[in-house]
């Protein structure tokens, strides 16, 4: 009954561990894709910064228009497949990443944050919110948010003029690794 | 009742992985093999045996020039891995009810 007893709770262990490794990076994946659409946005938004500066405003809201409709599109993917999860998960996730995005909102106006500020700012608050994440869920993501986060940071500090090329390639290019990173 | 065909460790592995994921989910044969730390060799004759149970479905196609092999649980596998995971925490409880 002992060795019977043992042989059964070794077989679970082993099927929790499955299923969690096989969730993990069913996450990453999800993860990805988002870093995937918002590392080009990023990169393509920058870009045009630098090369076609009278049209940059109207690009960035082009692009921003479209990053929203591609993270609807996205969730919307994820959460259809993955019927067998609480829908609640989505719904807390959506709520996280507003209030991130409304806690950033609220202090770049509160401080009236400079571009240089500001453009660095944001990466650097998605990796943080990122590295939180990874907290829970497993060392490839913390890895992923540390890249995103030194990358930004060093830009800010050694890209001088260069700052928009440097938040188009390395940046934008930083989160589209992380993306392939993830899903390796 | 154990089911003997899953009862295996490296098929109650597979089970568990295919049955995380969604019924209309594939796992690619390479993916599957990483996540469980076998061989080739070995990973294919497991999966043979759960096809022929009709437990997992195999679906063998090519993606540009290169063939994949990928898997997933069909109903049958997904209800006979529910029961044998039963039947495992049965053994547990009763173990744990045993005076």
């Known amino acids: ?184 | 009742m154990a089911d003997e065909i899953i009862h295996q460790s490296m098929r109650l592995k597979i089970m568990s992985s295919l049955n995380t994921l969604t019924r209309s989910d594939w796992l690619d044969f390479t993916r599957l093999r990483s996540l469980l730390d076998t061989t080739d060799g070995n990973l294919g004759a497991h999966l043979e045996t759960l096809a022929k149970a009709g437990y997992i479905a195999i679906d063998k196609r090519f993606e540009g020039k290169r063939p994949q092999t990928r898997v997933r649980a069909t109903p049958a596998g997904r209800k006979a891995f529910a029961e044998h995971v039963a039947y495992l925490r049965s053994i547990l409880d009763t173990a744990k009810d045993a005076p």
């Open chain 1, 1 to 184: 009954m002992g060795t019977e007893r043992d042989e059964a709770s070794a077989l679970l262990a082993d099927v929790e561990g499955i299923e969690g490794r096989v969730r993990r990076i069913l996450i990453y994946a999800s993860i990805s894709d988002f870093l995937f659409l918002w590392g080009v946005i990023w990169a393509g938004g920058f870009a045009g910064n630098y090369f076609l500066r009278p049209w940059a405003d109207a690009m960035w809201w082009g692009l921003e228009a479209a990053g929203l409709i591609g993270t609807v599109v996205i969730a919307f993917l994820h959460h259809r497949d993955a019927e067998r999860r609480s829908s609640f998960v989505h719904v807390r996730a959506g709520i996280t990443v507003a209030a991130i995005l409304g806690f950033g909102s609220l202090w770049v106006a509160l401080t009236h944050m400079g571009w240089r500020e500001q453009v660095t700012f944001w990466p650097t608050l998605l990796s943080f919110l990122l590295f939180l994440v990874s907290l829970w869920i497993g060392r490839a993501l913390a890895l992923a948010a540390l890249g995103i986060f030194a990358v930004s940071v060093a830009g800010y500090y050694v890209a001088g003029p260069y700052l928009n090329l440097w938040m188009a390639f390395a940046t934008g290019g930083s989160m589209i690794a992380g993306g392939f990173w993830l899903r390796r």
